[in-house]
């Protein structure tokens, strides 16, 4: 079946930039999506990509997309304490099809 | 405000006593899901719902009810609640279009405790 995999932690300083890599299965992914988690709330999506492209970006966050290797990234530039949260990678294999969800990486930012 | 509502946030209960977890959207969206969220598991899908009366199982459907009579709501009941359905529970909806991304709006979530 398809899976998404994260690493669990991450740790950066105010200011710098954050790379968020994930890992899928399923060759037959057209959407990637990352969402974000905030203490005590529920999901909101911050971006996908289609599978045709490369990369996506809106305003400081840039979404990178190696089809071949099945690796999606996503870099956040001048990483602020409010982008502290937990991060969800996930991917559905077409239109209107259930989304398979990593396990979540956790962003810390420290000042 | 396009919203998913749950209800309640927080519920603390006893093994076997049956509960509803309400789940309500204002977007007319067709499509509703329910998903759980455990430490080291991430969030696992329930059940979903692809329009009104149609409701199929996700991954982790065993103990488990869900109804979708009106487009709005998806309520998700606990029969017989056990220990192991402890977890923080996520209603979602999203508007199916003919191509396009499965874009979720997620409901705040609903902390729950079986004793």
């Known amino acids: 079946g398809e899976d998404v995999e994260q690493s669990l932690f991450l740790s950066v300083r105010e200011g710098d930039s954050s790379v968020i890599n994930c890992t899928y299965t399923d060759s037959s992914s057209t959407y990637l999506y990352w969402y974000k988690q905030e203490p005590g709330a529920g999901l909101q999506l911050l971006t996908y990509?289609?599978?045709?492209?490369d990369m996506k970006q809106d305003q400081r966050l840039t979404v990178l997309l190696n089809k071949k290797d099945k690796h999606l990234s996503l870099r956040i530039a001048d990483t602020q304490t409010g982008d502290s949260a937990i991060y969800f990678c996930a991917e559905s294999p077409g239109a209107n099809s259930k989304l398979t969800f990593g396990k979540g990486i956790t962003l810390s930012v420290r000042p | 405000e396009a919203q998913v509502t749950q209800n309640p946030r927080y519920l603390i209960t006893v093994t076997g006593k049956k509960l509803t977890v309400t789940c309500s959207q204002n977007m007319n969206h067709e499509y509703m899901s329910w998903y759980r969220q455990d430490p080291g598991l991430g969030l696992r899908q329930i059940y979903y719902s692809m329009n009104v009366e149609v409701t199929d199982k996700g991954d982790v459907p065993e103990g488990y009810k869900v109804s979708r009579k009106e487009k709005r709501n998806f309520p998700l009941i606990l029969e017989s609640p056990s220990p192991n359905q402890t977890s923080l529970y996520f209603c979602a909806s999203s508007l199916l279009r003919g191509s396009g991304a499965n874009v979720l709006t997620f409901g705040a979530g609903s902390r729950l405790t079986v004793l």
């Open positions: 990509i289609f599978s045709n492209m």
